[in-house]
């Protein structure tokens, strides 16, 4: 039995302990390594954040030359060359027609924090200071920061941790957006803002177009802004290369995050449009954030080298194919009675779970069971009485086939060992 008794691992009981096939030592291509000298195909990209593979070493040489020729520029109150690039990749990525500027941060959450602050200051500028309610969308997951913690449509502990949320609404994605219509029907002079994730990541859970298309028509109305938080299904994920590429009309801010640098550093990127800049450029306003470590050379270095890969596999056609292998795995898994549903776009595939009588798996089942799929050879995500796929882009036939095997032989062993 190895000790870890010094680390304190995220979202586990503090009293986990650890044995040799549990402790990760190294990661490569598709498969991490582990201190008994096993390794697993890992079918989660990480946390949805390494989608061409560990140790890519396109992206790996970029971060190390990054590193060498200029270890660490700041963007306070000052821009340098390598984030200045990497912003304007990222628009030319999103399309230059739909956003303008790009503002640089560390982490999924913190990014949530961003267009948050970004869109309050925006009301409270233009002389609106009471339009400070944001919307978020029941189920959804933008991170613990404390903004993004009190946005989280999740039970995470919020009045435990006294996160303010006397700010923040939330309302049903799977209504059409009668409850959201409802809601801008009472308070929609004091909304400041509306978040969406395209796919919901606790459960991957796609928002209907029907509840997209009642959200434009209500920012017509009301005037408020959409963010778009594609931490989960930007850079391909979902078969487009932002999901959001598929409404039709642009939200005003898109949070990008995960895929952004494949893992290699810790970054986010949120992407805003010339509605919401250029009534900063025009009103001399400063937008009062910054992170010690966004933007640096080497964050940006990764951005580059990932886009540069993500067009030298032509992503869109990759991940659509792989998609549908996915799809096919689920569904001959549904078929057989292993799983009782499917959710989810592209290559992030959840696998709905339910017990013979109907009921929901519980937390602690779905930890189990996925143990119990890692004891065959496979890492897959917890969701919401579900496990989720989230392979990279490269999985092989074998690798696919390999996914499969895994998938039935741990969902038999489970129930088979179920008084």
């Known amino acids: 039995m190895s000790t870890t008794q010094s680390l304190w691992t995220s979202l586990l009981p503090a009293d986990a302990n650890f044995t040799d096939e549990r402790i990760a030592v190294g990661a490569a291509g598709h498969r991490v390594e582990y201190l008994d000298g096993s390794t697993r195909l890992c079918a989660t990209s990480g946390l949805w954040n390494v989608p ?4 890519n070493p396109a992206i790996t040489d970029a971060v190390s030359k990054a590193m060498r020729d200029a270890s660490y520029l700041s963007l306070f109150r000052a821009p340098h060359r390598y984030a200045a690039d990497a912003a304007d990749a990222l628009i030319e990525l999103a399309d230059a027609t739909r956003y303008e500027r790009v503002i640089f941060s560390t982490s999924g959450g913190a990014a949530n924090d961003i267009a948050m602050k970004l869109a309050r200051q925006y009301w409270a500028q233009k002389g609106s200071a009471s339009r400070n309610i944001v919307v978020g969308l029941t189920g ?36 059409g957006g009668a409850r959201l219509d409802t809601l801008l029907a009472r308070e929609g002079s004091r909304v400041a803002a509306v978040v969406v994730e395209p796919v919901l990541g606790s459960g991957a859970y796609p928002v209907p177009a029907e509840f997209i298309e009642r959200l434009m ?10 963010v778009a938080d594609e931490v989960a299904t930007g850079f391909g994920r ?51 954030h910054g992170e010690t470590q966004a933007g640096t050379p080497a964050c940006a270095a990764a951005i580059l080298a990932v886009i540069g890969e993500l067009r030298a596999i032509d992503v869109e056609s990759t991940t659509q194919a792989l998609g549908s292998d996915l799809r096919r795995i689920a569904e001959g898994l549904k078929d057989d009675g292993r799983v009782a549903g499917i959710t989810g776009e592209g290559c992030f595939l959840g696998l709905e779970l339910r017990h013979d009588g109907g009921t929901e798996y519980t937390g602690a089942e779905i930890l189990d069971l996925v143990s119990t799929i890692a004891d065959h050879g496979v890492l897959v995500q917890p969701g919401p009485s579900s496990i989720e796929l989230i392979p990279a882009y490269g999985f092989s036939i ?7 095997a895994a998938l039935r032989s741990g969902l038999r062993q489970y129930a088979d060992a179920r008084p």
């Open 140 to 175: 959804s997951y933008h991170g613990t920061m404390y903004g993004g913690h009190a946005l989280s449509g999740d039970d995470l502990m919020q009045a435990a941790y006294a996160v303010d949320r006397r700010s923040v609404r939330h309302v049903p994605y799977d209504d």
């Open 217 to 226: 028509t209500l920012r017509d109305k009301y005037g408020f802004l959409i």
């Open 398 to 404: 074998d690798e696919l086939e390999e996914l499969e």
């Open 238 to 288: 979902t078969g487009r290369m932002f999901a959001t590429d598929g409404w039709s009309v642009a939200p005003n801010v898109m949070i990008l995050s995960k895929a952004l640098t494949n893992g290699a550093m810790g970054a986010a990127a949120v992407l805003v449009d010339a509605r919401v800049s250029r009534e900063f450029i025009k009103g001399g306003w400063t937008f009062v």
């Open 52 to 55: 061409l593979g560990y140790g």
